[in-house]
């Protein structure tokens, strides 16, 4: 069985004859040149999977022989071997897109290692999370039929979550259905949860209230106002559920830092005429009506039922 086909470029590859030999073993084909420029000829010629780039070689340097490959082949996942540790030499090859970068003396688990990380992450990472989702099967039944509360829901809501997102780059269609069956398991649960529960939040008769849209300004915004004394802002970002926003989360993080995530549960109807409206007046619907009646817009009417949420919030 080949796992894949390696370029090793090194003006002294035949010192390197146990390391190739050790990959071939391990099921790997390597292609050996002692140059950069008949490395960019090779890599003309024929698909590989991986190129092994010394750094410091006559002629044209590493440097040189990796923008070039990367000219030819952009996607192509390019290793730099060097024995500098040099910052400067460092900050070249990954501005380059180098893959990895190892430093001289390399040992043969280290460049498998290496190997592994650049071409079987995928196939390893699904293994793992198919593996870790059967573990976590059984327990999630147990959670979800063992009358959680709210806090518990969330955990069990979280946990779902990740596992479809992580399952859901996968291949494995068996299990994508497992866990879609569970999460049907799930929301009829937690829809009896909510009919035995609801009222009682509205009513403010229990200590276990979860955080909803029409408290959720005044239990962890209005709060900030006192504990901050740099400008606030309060982005709303309608209908966006948490499965999403674990996905846009990387790309806030390379702008942001986030110290704290939580949930809280919308009132019913979850619809932007309800709910918005309650969040920013910190009241339920029917209150607004009865107290603000110049902002409240009906449903059969076709006017826009959100033109009011400035004044709800000063109000």
């Known amino acids: 069985m080949e796992n894949g086909v390696i370029l090793w470029v090194d003006d002294e590859i ?59 082949a952009p996607n192509l996942p390019v290793v730099m071997i060097t024995k500098s540790e040099e910052e400067r030499i460092m900050e070249d090859a990954i501005g380059s897109n180098i893959s990895d970068y190892l430093i001289k003396p390399v040992n ?11 071409l079987e992450t995928k196939k390893l990472v699904s293994e793992k999370n ?8 059984r327990t999630i039944g147990m959670e979800i039929s063992g009358n959680p509360g709210f806090a518990q829901w969330v955990e069990i809501y ?9 399952l859901g780059r996968t291949d494995d269609s068996s299990m994508q259905d497992v866990l879609s069956m569970q999460k049907e398991e799930a929301n009829h649960a937690f829809y009896k949860y909510i009919e035995r529960n609801y009222i009682q939040w509205l009513q403010g008769t229990t200590e276990n209230r979860p955080v909803m849209s029409h408290t959720l300004l005044k239990d962890h915004v209005f709060p900030l106002f006192e504990e901050e004394d740099s400008p606030l802002f ?42 918005r409206n309650a969040m920013f007046a910190g009241l339920l619907p029917s209150e607004i009506k009865k107290k603000y009646p110049n902002y409240w817009v009906d449903e059969d009417e076709e006017e826009s039922k959100n033109l009011y949420e400035a004044e709800l919030l000063t109000e």
């Open 108 to 118: 043969p688990n280290q460049i498998l290692l290496c190997l592994k990380k650049n």
């Open 234 to 275: 309060f982005v709303v970002v309608d209908n966006l559920r948490y499965d999403q926003w674990k996905r846009l989360q990387p790309v806030f993080e390379e702008l942001f830092r986030v110290k704290t995530e939580e949930v809280y549960s919308s009132i019913l109807p979850t619809t932007t005429m309800y709910a």
């Open 14 to 72: 035949d010192l390197l004859k146990p390391h190739i030999i050790f990959l071939k073993t391990k099921g790997y084909q390597v292609d050996t040149i002692n140059n950069g420029a008949e490395a960019i000829e090779r890599v003309q010629q024929k698909v590989f999977d991986i190129v092994f780039l010394d750094e410091q070689m006559p002629g044209l340097s590493g440097i040189e022989t990796l923008e070039r490959i990367k000219n030819i």
């Open 158 to 166: 979280k946990k779902l979550t990740g596992f479809d997102i992580k």
């Open 130 to 137: 198919t593996f870790d989702y059967q573990q976590e099967f």
